[in-house]
């Protein structure tokens, strides 16, 4: 019912910076929350910053408070990541996801909250 397309990964040097771009098609007016989760190699997925679709109510990681901003245009249905001063440690695929009439609330950063996905963008930061 919904999909996902994300766009603007990359590499940077440290300290640089980065936005994120995730096209969302279908159903996309019961989407209730979208997501940024961020995974390594040999390391979970984890959740970067979340939003909801209504209230524009924001939620991120504490590892990238001050440095993303999660931003959305409700008429293009696209989702951003805004990345600024990216460290090596941000290196990793970034997913987007959505909450497609889940009917949840809480854990805007989990995984199991969300129940589609995009394929992934890579992002490689350098020191």
């Known amino acids: 019912q919904v999909q996902l397309v994300e766009s603007g990964g990359g590499s940077v040097q440290a300290g640089g910076s980065l936005r994120l771009s995730c096209a969302a098609s279908g159903y996309t007016y019961s989407i209730d929350l979208m997501g940024w989760f961020r995974q390594a190699p040999g390391k979970e997925r984890e959740g970067v910053a979340a939003?909801?679709?209504?209230?524009?109510?924001?939620y991120y990681a504490d590892s990238v408070k001050g440095r993303f901003t999660i931003s959305q245009d409700n008429a293009k249905n696209t989702l951003y990541l805004q990345m600024n001063s990216l460290k090596p440690e941000d290196s990793a695929m970034y997913y987007c996801a959505a909450d497609y009439r889940r009917g949840l609330v809480g854990r805007a950063l989990s995984t199991s909250r969300y129940n589609y996905w995009g394929q992934g963008t890579q992002v490689a930061v350098s020191s």
């Open positions: 939003i909801y679709s209504v209230s524009g109510s924001t």
